[in-house]
Nanobody
Framework: HVQLVESGGRLVQAGDSLSLSCVASGRTFTNYAVAWFRQAPGKGREFVADISGSGGTTSYADSAKGRFTISRDNAKNTVFLLMNNLKPEDTALYYC????????????WGQGTQVTVSS
């Protein structure tokens, strides 16, 4: 089990960039794949991007491709989400989640960090 704490969310304008961080503690971080999810008001939680334990493999939702970049620094137990060219529809509570690389279930979740993009 790992504990996750997100940070970096704030109010920005459309077109701005923002970087979110997710710091993990508790277990060997490289044994965990990490993903970012988001939930907008009145909507369900949706996948944004994920990254393998080594950082060598990443995947993105269509809405994030070309604008968002997920990365990790295993020496600092941190995963980042760099978001460029933000749009009002990116407004959401952003969560990071972790799963053991041997599992398909994201069962470790942070509390979320709010990103608000004004038009």
């Amino acid at each position: 089990h790992v504990q996750l704490v997100e940070s970096g969310g704030r109010l920005v304008q459309a077109g701005d960039s923002l970087s979110l961080s997710c710091v993990a503690s508790g277990r060997t971080f490289t044994n965990y794949a990490v993903a970012w999810f988001r939930q907008a008001p009145g909507k369900g939680r949706e996948f944004v991007a994920d990254i393998s334990g080594s950082g060598g493999t990443t995947s993105y939702a269509d809405s994030a491709k070309g604008r968002f970049t997920i990365s990790r620094d295993n020496a600092k137990n941190t995963v980042f989400l760099l978001m460029n060219n933000l749009k009002p529809e990116d407004t959401a509570l952003y969560y990071c989640a972790a799963r053991r690389t041997s599992s398909t279930l994201y069962d470790n979740w942070g509390q979320g960090t709010q990103v608000t993009v004004s038009s």
